[in-house]
């Protein structure tokens, strides 16, 4: 069973259980991937989300906090989470924004994370998953609809082999 690909149709699932069977699909990742990124730190992962922020999404929210997250353990549940936190301070209401990734992030290829960072970039401007939500996220990164597949298929990789970078 491939619980990361259920969304997929099945000529899809088929070719990936393929390459598993036949013992390929860590060569096909390493050849379209081949290397992890170098952003190791959580003020390097600050840097890069600001970076994407700043240039592609100017008018969003300010980030008071990115990091990776160790505590994001169900990878099938999330890979990362986004908050908004509003706390009264005398009379003002101060509002803060966060993303945290999961910690299997920090040793993945660089399209990967900006995958991710992508999805939880749009959840500053739209909360639910709609074609609006997409659209932005295809703003942010042209190619992830085949990011998030290939992310989806390094962890049906990864429960079956451990991990590949």
Known sequence: MLRYLQG????????????????RLGAYLLSRYPKAHEIGSDKALYGYVMALKNSRMKSAPTLSKVIYDTKIRDINAALGTHTYIS??????????????????FKQMPEPFLKMIVSHELAHLKIKEHNKTFYKLCTHLEPHYHQLEFDVRVYLTYRERFGRLW
Do not use: F, P
């Open 8 to 23: 997929y149709n099945k000529t899809l699932q088929a070719q990936v259980q393929h390459l598993i069977d036949e013992e």
């Open 87 to 104: 706390r009264v301070q005398g009379s003002k209401l101060k509002a803060k924004n966060e993303i945290r990734i999961a910690h299997i």
